[in-house]
Every structure is written in structure tokens, then in C-alpha cells.
């Protein structure tokens, strides 16, 4: 009898110890298995995407100055970085003008992007490298230089570049309407402009008045909505600016059709194109980027990133013709080349 309950006892032990073993042997694999996954998820998260800049969240601030024919196109981009991208990044967007723009960016402690409606001079460049700045150009959009009239100017909707450039070249020989075609009102014309801290007044004078002078009565501005004002409440008024500053102000004003000898092509997103209808008008525009800077703060690099992967998104929307997209991917290349 004491032998029976010894074994039945001793049977009881083992299926305990049975039961206690498998236990552990269950929890174990779990413990591991979800070690793992976290692991995994952390290191996707840190790699990122190389078109689309990094996954983490970032914070601090990106600066960008520069050209007021860019900085509808910038601000919108800023804006929808701020919103959709890197929430704690605050994305400042100035529009000082190209010229004055480059001031700051070759600055100690300067900014971070410059936007530009023209190409960095060689004065620039050499100024960068006294300052040791290294700076890396991207186009961001086409634009169409775009003349523009009152509404109610029903006579000279449609000229020449030739007759363009005379109203605003010194010695161009036209100071009335009359003086372009007879049947034109013999009222004097008033020619405006942006002023030398614009970088479309440099593309203007450089390229196409081939740097001859301006005219004496042409008034200068520095902002370009002092321009549509001016236009829209002369009806003598005509002056020069980016196509989205038109776009933006159809309401108050008509833009010229422009005869390069082929007949008259109305400035638009498919005719602005560097070999297109509108090509002799067309410039592309730009930002540059202070390499140090988006080396040493990973904010400025991924809105850099965002720039470039997006720019095109919101082109059309501001009043600029998009890029080729090979183009877009020569520049997320050469973003990659500066982690």
C-alpha cells in the first residue's frame, strides 16, 4: 500500500514539472519574436527614404530669401512642408529680392536658400569661396517674362519683342502709342518695371536689352504689387514681370501677346518652354543651397528634399511651367551625395 502511494505521488510530481516546462517554453518565443519586430520597425524608421529625405521628426528652423518671382512658388512649398512633412520645422520664406537675397546668403551666419530668378554671377561665386560657402545650384520651374497692360487697353494686346524692347530701351525711339503703329492712340506710354534688387529686372536688361539702358520715364519698383496697382489704374501703364504675378492678377490685368515672328503667342504654362513658342521670353528659375548648412542641420537637407521631390507638384498652381523629370532626379541625386 505505501509502495502504491509513492508511485502515484512521485507520477503527480512529473506531470507538474512536464507542465511547468512547457510553460516556459511557450512564453520564451514570444518574448524574443516581439524583441525582434521592434528592432526591425526602429531600423526602417532610422534608414528612411533617400528620394523623400529622412523619416525622423526634425525640428529647428530652414531660412530662404531671395527672389519675389520665386516666392509664391517657395512659400507655397514651405507651407505644405510645415503641414504635411516635418511639423516641428518652421520654414521661413522672405522675398528680399535675388540680388539682395545673395547679400544675406554669402553672409556669415547666413541663409540657408536662396531663390533666384536669374544664375549666381561670378562676383557671387568668388565671394562664396573667400567665405568658404559652398553652394549648389537647382532649377525649380520655368517661368515666362510676361508683359502686362490695363484691361481696357484694347491697342496694344498684341506686339512685336521687337516693338517691346523699344518701349523700354533708351534709344528705342518710342515715347507714345503712336509711335509703335500709327492707328495706335497718340497718348505718351508709361513703362515700369522691378527695380536692380530683382532678379527678373538683371534677366530683362542683360538678356534681352542686351544691357543697353532703360529709358529715362521707366519707373522702377521694388514691389511687384506696387506694379499691378500701378497697371491696373493707367491705362497708358504697361510693365514686365514673372508670369504667376500675372496669373495671380488676371482680374486686374491683360498680358501681351507676343509676335517672335511667327505670329503672336499669349505667354501660358504650354507655351513657356525653353524651345517652345514663348522660348525667347523664358528663363529658368532657381534656389541655391548653402551645402554646409544642409550638412550640419538635417532640417535644411530634408526640406531640401522636399523641394526637389515636389517642386513640380505645385508648379502649375503658381504660374510656372514644371521640369523635365530626369532633371528632378539629377538633383535627388546630388542630394544623396551630401548624407
Known amino acids: 500500500m505505501k509502495k502504491l502511494v509513492m508511485l502515484l505521488m ?3 510530481l512529473m506531470l507538474v514539472a512536464v ?27 532610422e534608414d528612411g527614404d533617400s528620394s523623400e529625405g529622412t523619416a525622423e521628426e526634425l525640428s529647428g528652423s530652414v531660412v530662404v530669401d531671395g527672389s519675389g518671382t520665386v516666392y509664391p512658388l517657395m512659400s507655397v512649398i514651405a507651407e505644405d512642408y510645415m503641414l504635411n512633412g516635418q511639423q516641428g520645422v518652421s520654414v521661413e520664406v522672405s522675398r528680399a529680392g535675388t540680388s539682395a537675397g545673395f547679400q544675406r546668403f554669402l553672409a556669415e551666419d547666413g541663409t540657408d536658400f536662396n531663390d533666384a530668378s536669374r544664375e549666381i554671377k561670378e562676383e557671387e561665386l568668388e565671394i562664396a569661396e573667400e567665405l568658404g560657402i559652398e553652394v549648389q545650384e537647382f ?11 490695363h484691361p481696357d487697353n484694347d491697342w496694344a494686346t ?15 525711339g518710342v515715347t507714345k502709342w503712336s509711335d509703335l503703329d500709327p492707328s495706335f492712340p497718340d497718348d505718351e506710354i ?8 530683382h532678379g527678373t529686372y538683371e534677366f530683362f536688361y542683360e538678356v534681352i536689352l542686351e ?27 504697361i510693365a514686365f514681370f514673372g508670369f504667376g504675378y500675372y496669373v495671380n492678377n488676371q482680374d486686374q490685368l491683360q498680358a501681351v501677346n507676343v509676335d517672335f515672328g511667327s505670329g503672336p503667342v499669349a505667354p501660358s504654362l504650354d507655351t513657356i518652354d525653353e524651345s517652345g513658342d ?12 548653402n551645402v554646409d548648412m544642409a550638412k550640419e542641420k538635417p532640417q535644411v537637407l530634408d ?31 546630388v542630394l544623396d551625395g551630401l548624407k
Not at 508709361?190 to 534688387?197: R, V
Not at 503658381?318 to 528632378?328: D, K, M, R, S, V
Request: net charge negative; proline share 5%.
Open 303 to 333: 526640406f531640401a528634399y522636399y523641394v526637389v521631390n515636389n517642386v513640380n507638384n505645385f508648379a502649375g498652381e503658381t504660374g510656372f511651367a514644371p521640369l523635365p523629370e530626369e532633371e528632378i532626379q539629377s538633383y535627388i541625386e
Open 278 to 289: 514663348y522660348a525667347p521670353f523664358t528663363r529658368p528659375v532657381f534656389t541655391y543651397l
Open 158 to 172: 498684341e506686339l512685336t519683342d521687337e516693338q517691346l524692347i523699344n518701349i523700354f530701351k533708351h534709344d528705342g
Open 10 to 12: 512521485m507520477a503527480v
Open 211 to 237: 544691357k543697353e539702358d532703360l529709358v529715362d520715364s521707366v519707373n522702377l519698383q521694388q514691389e511687384y504689387s506696387t506694379l499691378v496697382n500701378l497697371v491696373s489704374e493707367d491705362v497708358n501703364g
Open 139 to 149: 532649377k525649380v520651374a520655368l517661368d515666362g517674362l510676361t508683359f502686362v497692360i
Open 19 to 45: 507542465a511547468c516546462g512547457s510553460a516556459d517554453e511557450t512564453d520564451a518565443p514570444e518574448e524574443n519574436t516581439g524583441g525582434t519586430e521592434t528592432e526591425e520597425t526602429t531600423d526602417d524608421t
Open 190 to 197: 508709361k513703362p515700369m518695371g522691378p527695380n536692380e534688387n
